[in-house]
C-alpha cells in the first residue's frame, strides 16, 4: 500500500522515478544535490515508491520525542555531529550487524553550498565494504534517479570522477547552495 500511495504522490506532484533500485542487500546511498528540506521527503516517496526501505542519518537533537518517534519509523538514524571521531566505524559496524541496510548519506553534509563533500562516506563504504548507488533528485526535470552502484575501492579521485559524471546537470531545488563535487582530500579534483 505504501509503495502504491508514494507512486501516486509522486505523479500528483509531477515528479518521475528512474533507474533501478540498488541490486544489493546492502549499500551506502549517496543522496545529491541536497539543498532543500523537501529533498528528504521526495528520497522517501521516490524509494517507497520502488518498495525499498531506506534508513538516513540526521542529528541527534532532532529525534526528541515525540517526533523522534516518528523519525525513526521514517528510517532516521541520529548522529552526534559534534563527536566525529568515532562516526565512520559506529556507521560501518551498522553494515556488519544487519542483514539489509539502505543507508542514505547526503555527502554535503548542509544543504547550504560548501567548497567540498565531507569525506565520510567514502570511508564507511571502504571499512564497511559495502558499494555506493548514487541517487539524484534533479528539481529541473522533476525526476529522482537510481543512479549507477559503484564500488569505492579505487582511490578517492578516480571514485569521485565517476560520481561527478553522474551528477553533471542535475541541480537541486536551490541551484546556486549546490556546491562541486568533490571530497577536501581527493587533491585537485579536476
Sequence with gaps: MLKTLAGFLLRRLGWTVEGAVPSVARCVVV??????????????????????????????????????????????????????????????????????????????????????????????????????????????TKAGTFGPLLDASASPSAFMDQVRAFYAGRQGRYPDDFGPVRLQDEGDGS
Design 31 to 140: 543522496a545529491a544535490p541536497h539543498t532543500s528540506n523537501w529533498d528528504l521527503l521526495y528520497l522517501l516517496l521516490m524509494a517507497w515508491s520502488k518498495g525499498l526501505k531506506i534508513s538516513w542519518l540526521a542529528k541527534h537533537s532532532l529525534f526528541w520525542p515525540p517526533l523522534g518517534w516518528v523519525l525513526r519509523a521514517l528510517g532516521g538514524v541520529p548522529v552526534v555531529r559534534h563527536r566525529p571521531e568515532q562516526r565512520v566505524s559506529a556507521t560501518a559496524a551498522l553494515f556488519g550487524a544487519l542483514d539489509r541496510l539502505y543507508l542514505v548519506i547526503p555527502p554535503e553534509g548542509t544543504r547550504s553550498r560548501t567548497a567540498y563533500w565531507k569525506s565520510g562516506f567514502y570511508w564507511i563504504v571502504r571499512e564497511a565494504e559495502v558499494p555506493v548507488q548514487l541517487t539524484a533528485l534533479d528539481y529541473t
